[in-house]
């Protein structure tokens, strides 16, 4: 018979053993203070002694960074995650249970590697916020220790990587711990209802999979890759009411009131509409469709988000007066993310008829829509900057501000003269929220020369006024995590003002043009240095 490998306390709760060295006790007694049989001391292995995160940066043998921080600078660390991060790209956690895990030190540790990584970007302290990415690749390192542990709360430390490599730009692994999560979720059934979870648990995983649904989206954008997940292709319920939930006591194993839908339910179901737009530009680009198909492709899909937004609850509209009061429920930054998600997906749409020589007979209608959701995003970036709990800082908000931009800097080109103070200043603003963006995320540098570049490349054009939906553009538009070349944009160029000259010595476009485009480029300019 083969001797036991595993501890007698993993083995009664059937749990991977992971010892972290000859004769101390395993990683899953160690977290919950029991006594192990791998242990050769009759006692729990006291954790190692706390140290500062100084001695963390100089020493890069240390292989446990949560140990260096007081327990109450980590409960910190995980409210600073919960207040401007989860409910925005990902909502994995019933809150309070979440809270009461990391003070009972219950949490799996890449799990709470991750967690913290988030939560110190927002920390005054520069010492622990530079602990980030040693965080992060801690995380990493237990998850791939623990990886054939296939359960719920690996699921949710992968869907946090996805997250965070996203945010720092590395695609390539984004993708791979996306993927890893879709497998496990599948391996686990958690779509199929189970009779023996309790609300909480039941609840949970319904988010974990819509969390799954939408990073899929993002992640198979960035790269240009396949999506893994087929459009509403279960029968999954929608989350419940989120402050329903998050009000539901530890440890409630049944609720008989109304579950109602609340920010994440919505926030699902728009989710669904991002892969047809993703697909609309694709096709456009690589089929020569007839451009009545095209108007009836965007019609569907324009009264298809028309419709979410104006079935939603009076409570969910956007206006200041619901801004506020979600404010209150702690649900602020939910609140602004779903808007930002309706107006950055029906930018999307749209953006192909700013170019002014589609001959469909709606481009003006459909130019007026792009460039009113694109400075509605920019309103409310600014807006959630202004109100307290509503701040708009997870990093996939760098992108859709360059998109916004990228409309309004349209407008400013060619637009009428009288809308050119209000863009210049939603412009400025989002230049703002760009630099205190780059604060949290340093990667997004990368994010904001796409900006740049966008503006390089029709700056001095012999062609002017075109927005031209093109293999370049689709990329500029959906593909965040793929290089941008101007170089590689079709057209000819021209190199500065001056070559705006014809050759009868007069400018080949009018001077207030030309003013325009100074402008334009001084302003960039400053905003990157």
Known sequence: MKDATACKQCRERKKKCVPWSAGQACRQCHRRKVQCTHARHSTPNPPPPLRSPQHLISDPSIKNPRLTLPDEVVEVLVEHYIHYIHDRPHSVFHLPSLRAAVRDKALKTGLLYAILSFGCRFYPDPEIRSLAQCFLDESKRCLHLDLEDICLENIQTCILLTNLSSASLQSTSEALYNGI??????????????????IILRETKRRVWWSLFMADRWCSAGRNLPRKMDDFNRAVDLPMDDDVFYHLEIGQET??????SGLWAFSSILAGFFAPIQDLNRQIVAEDLPETDIDEAISILAQQLQSWNENLPDHIRLNEQNLLLHSRKELGGSFVALHLGYHHYSTLLYFQHLDVDRPSSLSKTYAARCKYHATSSSKLIKLSRDIPGCKAVYAGVGHLAVISSSVLLHTLLFGPEEELVDTR????????????????WPSLRLTVNR???????????????????????????????????????????VSSPSDLIGLDGHPSHNESFVERARVVHDAIATFMQ
């Not at 609720?255 to 109602?260: A, C, I, K, L």
């Not at 200043?425 to 949290?440: C, G, H, K, P, V």
């Open 451 to 493: 900006l740049t570049t966008f503006q390089h490349a029709f700056r001095y054009r012999t062609e002017l006024q075109k927005y031209k939906l093109d293999k370049w553009m689709v990329r500029f538009l959906l593909n965040h995590h793929l290089p941008m070349n101007e170089d590689e944009h079709i057209g000819s160029t």
């Open 255 to 260: 609720f008989d009131g109304p579950r109602g």
């Open 181 to 198: 999560a879709i497998r496990m979720a599948e391996i686990l059934r958690i779509t199929v209802s189970d009779p023996s979870d309790s």
């Open 425 to 440: 200043a939603r412009l400025n603003s989002n230049f703002e929220a760009l630099i205190e963006l780059q604060q949290y």
